[in-house]
């Protein structure tokens, strides 16, 4: 290859991946910020009071958590680490991060915009949090949290039941501006833990789409099992946030069958190339293959069924 | 925590704030983002330079966030041992803000054609009612991705010849194309460069070879229809082409 054939390439690399990095980055801070704020502000017992000690019931509730948090793929993990050891269930946590990119404001009023009110919409929300609960709920069976969870993420305090137990009462007298900054002083840590995995995924996903013709990918589009299938792997590959992928989703709806196109949506936002390496600073190696198995497996037969099933 | 870890959190933090700053004021963010996201952008050059506050308060602090806590996010269990420099982590914070600043920037062109294909029919959707209104415009005014929606949604396309196109786009020659014919191109981007897919019409012109490929050219002619890989496509029959400058915002948005 020539030089400048070369630079070329690498130029068109470049682009893609600051893109993919100028996009995610303002949401991996709002995703810091947020958990700054919820480690300085929110004591473990609000939780105990919320959530269910049943862990399947807090799966639900773990699903449904998102709409409060506004964050999209890259800045629902570093808040979900610190829901964690905030002594938010492991089942709520797992169904929060996986349901979180899509159930929230923003990505539901994009998707709204994009395909207006219909199968599409309710099929992604709906089915998106069928999904998360029900691997949060696989979760459940799991009774040890440091079989799950990378040793530094383990829930302050565990008893011997693997349940958490609820400390004394400790007031935190610190005043406000203090605890902001320590606030502050946490999002930058996280920022720089959680951002190397942004960086890396980015260049990963880069790389792929600066080196793999999209034709190839793309020549596969009408069959029930292998449009899903092709979608499927597009949705790791672009990596793109969950807030605007309905457009790019939009894209394949003269081509796609729609069963592809809502696992495109579904699994998107759950799973791809950086969020990937994000949950591995969180979870253990076979906590991660489960949380990555088990949506793809009911994405790819979710959007088969549909083909085969309706006529949306 | 290491202490010149810290105040390289503070460097890098801000090189990224004021990188995204200045590609705001300069433009060059219209290369990698649609532009409908630059109040995103404008609050992320705004949180890093929040963020490096909050380092550099902490580097000022000797880095302990307080005595009492001690869930720690990073791995070591010593809170006053000093700490590797984890380089690692720099240079991975450190790579977005080099990639920007070293490789020039540059909205994708014809190379990348070459590499993510021309499409013919992608994003060329549009949702709900928007769609009456993108077809009701005059023919002149059309941009290219205009013309290939019109296209696309038109019963016929026969009902186009006569038309006349004014566009504008970059030269992209595939090696299928006769001399005389080049594709008038440019990229679409929805969400951000990765996403992008080039559209493109057909121009037919007797001096094509000699245009420079990836140059900005300003196109006028009849529009008739062409084929492309078996494919119904805008042809334009240039009656002339003039170079114009790389336009500010390259991108088309759908």
């Given at each position: 290859m020539t030089a400048t054939a070369f630079l070329d390439q690498f130029s068109i690399f470049s682009t893609i991946f600051l893109g993919i990095f100028i996009e995610a980055a303002p949401f991996l801070m709002l995703g810091t910020l947020a958990s700054g704020l919820v480690e300085v502000f929110?004591?473990?017992n609000d939780f105990s009071r919320w959530v269910s000690r049943n862990p399947f019931a807090a799966a639900l509730v773990g699903g449904l958590l998102g709409i409060v948090f506004p964050v999209c793929e890259c800045g629902v993990v570093p808040l979900t680490r610190r829901l964690i050891r905030k002594g938010l269930p492991i089942s709520a946590s797992v169904a929060f991060l996986l349901s979180a990119p899509v159930f929230n404001l923003i990505v539901i009023a994009s998707t709204l915009a994009a395909f207006g009110p219909g199968p599409v919409l309710f099929g992604r929300i709906g089915l998106s949090l069928l999904i998360a609960v029900a691997t949060g709920a696989v979760f459940?069976?799991?009774?040890?949290?440091e079989r799950l969870l990378l040793a530094q993420n383990l829930p302050v305090m565990t008893g011997a039941s693997g349940a958490l137990e609820i400390p004394l009462q400790v007031v935190d007298r610190t005043p406000v501006p203090q605890k902001l900054r320590r606030g502050l002083g946490i999002a930058v840590d996280e920022f720089f833990e959680m951002g190397r995995y942004l960086v890396f995924g980015g260049l990963l996903a880069a790389l792929m789409q600066t080196f793999i013709p999209q034709s190839t990918l793309l020549?596969?589009?009408?069959?029930p099992v292998i449009s899903v299938l092709v979608l499927v792997a597009l949705a790791v590959l672009l990596s793109i946030c969950s807030t605007v992928d309905a457009f790019i989703a939009l894209a394949f709806t003269g081509t796609f069958t729609t069963g592809s196109i809502l696992a495109f949506l579904i699994f998107g936002p759950m799973v791809d190339i950086k969020s990937t390496l994000m949950f591995l600073g969180v979870f253990k190696r076979r906590a991660v293959l489960y949380m990555i198995l088990l949506p793809l497996l009911m994405s790819v037969l979710a959007g088969v069924f549909i083909n085969l099933n309706t006529t949306w | 925590m290491n202490k010149y870890y810290r105040w390289t959190q503070v460097i890098i933090m801000l090189a990224f704030g004021l990188y995204l700053a200045e590609r705001l004021w300069s433009g060059a963010v219209f290369f990698y983002i649609n532009e409908r996201f630059l109040p995103l952008i404008a609050f992320g050059a705004l949180g890093a330079l929040v963020l490096a506050g909050g380092a550099l308060w902490l580097a000022r602090q000797n880095?302990?966030?307080?005595?009492?806590?001690?869930?720690?996010?990073?791995?070591?269990?010593?809170?006053?041992a000093p700490q590797r420099f984890p380089l690692g982590t720099v240079l991975l914070a450190a790579l977005p803000v080099l990639l920007g600043v070293l490789i020039p920037a540059r909205p994708l062109g014809a190379t990348a054609i070459d590499q993510k294909g021309l499409n013919m029919?992608?994003?060329?959707t549009v949702s709900g009612g928007a769609a009456a209104t993108k077809l009701e415009i005059a023919p002149e005014k059309r941009t290219i991705l205009d013309w290939m929606r019109a296209f696309n949604y038109a019963?016929?396309?026969?009902?186009?010849?006569h038309q006349p196109a004014d566009v504008v786009g970059f030269v992209y020659r595939p090696?299928?194309?006769?001399?005389?014919q080049f594709l008038v191109s440019r990229f679409v981007v929805?969400?951000?460069?990765?996403?992008g897919s080039a559209v493109g019409l057909l121009v037919e012109w007797?001096?094509?070879?000699?245009l420079e490929e990836n140059g900005w050219v300003r196109v006028r002619g009849p529009v008739s229809v062409g084929a492309l890989d078996g494919r119904p496509i805008p042809l334009i029959t240039a009656a002339s082409i003039e170079p114009v400058p790389q336009?500010?915002?390259?991108y088309m948005y759908p």
């Open positions: 929110l004591n473990q459940a069976f799991e009774k040890r949290p020549s596969v589009s009408a069959g | 880095n302990e966030y307080d005595h009492h806590h001690h869930d720690h996010d990073h791995d070591h269990e010593h809170a006053h029919t992608g994003p060329l019963a016929d396309p026969a009902e186009f010849t090696e299928q194309l006769a001399d005389t929805t969400c951000c460069a990765a996403d007797p001096e094509a070879a000699g336009p500010d915002q390259p």
